[in-house]
């Protein structure tokens, strides 16, 4: 599967941002997907993953509450909705995903994925 992020940009502090993750290829809704971010000098962390059911989503702490990770199937397409962003979500975010052995599972780590997206910028001012 191919996978295309966008939806960054520079936003002031407490904004919200939405990114979108299309995918082009095989159906998304036999994927898991998740969202990552890479600040400057730090390493590469998720942010959010949700099951290809859909029933099953996970949150970093940092960020619960104040995102959502949802998926349209018509679409092809995996949303995060970002909101009371803060300064430190600044970073490049990648979307990746990969087949399931089942509807259930959320995949966490960066090793777990071969399908990423190219990043897309978000920018937090403070």
């Known amino acids: 599967v191919q996978l295309q992020a966008s939806g960054g940009g520079l936003v002031q502090a407490g904004g919200p941002l939405r990114l979108s993750c299309v995918a082009s290829g095989p159906p998304f809704s036999t994927y898991s997907v998740s969202w990552f971010r890479q600040a400057p000098g730090k390493e590469r962390e998720v942010v959010a993953g949700?099951?290809?059911?859909?029933?099953?989503?996970y949150y970093t702490d940092s960020v619960k509450g104040r995102f959502a990770i949802s998926g349209d199937r018509a679409k092809n397409t995996v949303y995060l909705q970002m909101n009371r962003l803060e300064y430190d979500d600044t970073a490049v975010y990648y979307c990746?995903?990969?087949?399931?052995?089942?509807?259930?599972?959320?995949?966490?780590?960066?090793?777990?994925?071969?399908?990423w997206g190219q990043g897309t910028q978000v920018t937090v001012s403070s």
């Open positions: 949700i099951s290809w059911s859909g029933d099953n989503t």
């Open positions: 990746a995903a990969r087949p399931t052995l089942g509807s259930g599972y959320v995949y966490t780590r960066p090793i777990d994925f071969r399908s």
